[in-house]
């Protein structure tokens, strides 16, 4: 889905376009779990509103927002076959924004990383982690 050395503002295009494309957005703004219109961003400081007090978008464009997919997205986005498409771009790909962390300048490159590397080192190094897999495998 990224071409190379994508930089955050290409991401941020590439991911919105992908919603948008697939619908995600028109069942955001019908969110079945929040109604109301404003969906899980309801409560959101950075919310933009008009002066009657209407959300009019969000004033903290970010990766982490974009790549937040909920149930209802996810098996909207399976049943178009479109779901591992989604979450293979997503892995790796460091989150910016208001779900996390800070945001990035617009034309950082984005380094994709593989977070089951750093579990791995996690399992080496907790010894929580080796019980509950012993545990799991009795
Ligand atoms: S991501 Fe899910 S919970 Fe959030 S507004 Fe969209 S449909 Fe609703
Ligand atoms: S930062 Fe995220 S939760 Fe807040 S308004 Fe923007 S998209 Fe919604």
């Known amino acids: 889905m990224f071409k190379p050395n994508s930089t955050v503002k290409e991401a941020r295009e590439v991911l919105s376009n992908f919603l948008q494309e697939t619908g995600c957005y028109d069942i955001c703004a019908q969110c079945p779990i929040y109604p109301g219109g404003e969906g899980c961003c309801h409560g959101c400081q950075k919310i933009n ?4 007090g209407q959300m009019t978008g969000c004033g903290s464009p970010n990766l982490s927002c974009l790549s937040y997919t909920c149930g209802v997205l996810n098996e909207h986005l399976r049943r178009q076959g479109r779901l591992e498409e989604l979450t293979e771009a997503l892995y790796g790909m460091p989150r910016e924004g ?4 800070q945001l990035r300048q617009e ?3 984005l380094q994709f990383t593989d977070p089951l590397a750093e579990a791995e080192i996690l399992a080496s190094i907790s ?6 897999e012993e545990s799991d495998n009795e």
Request: with cysteine; hydrophobic share 20%.
């Open 98 to 101: 208001y779900r996390g962390c």
């Open 127 to 132: 010894s929580d982690l080796r019980v509950s």
């Open 107 to 109: 034309d950082e490159i």
């Open 49 to 52: 509103r008009n002066e009657e």
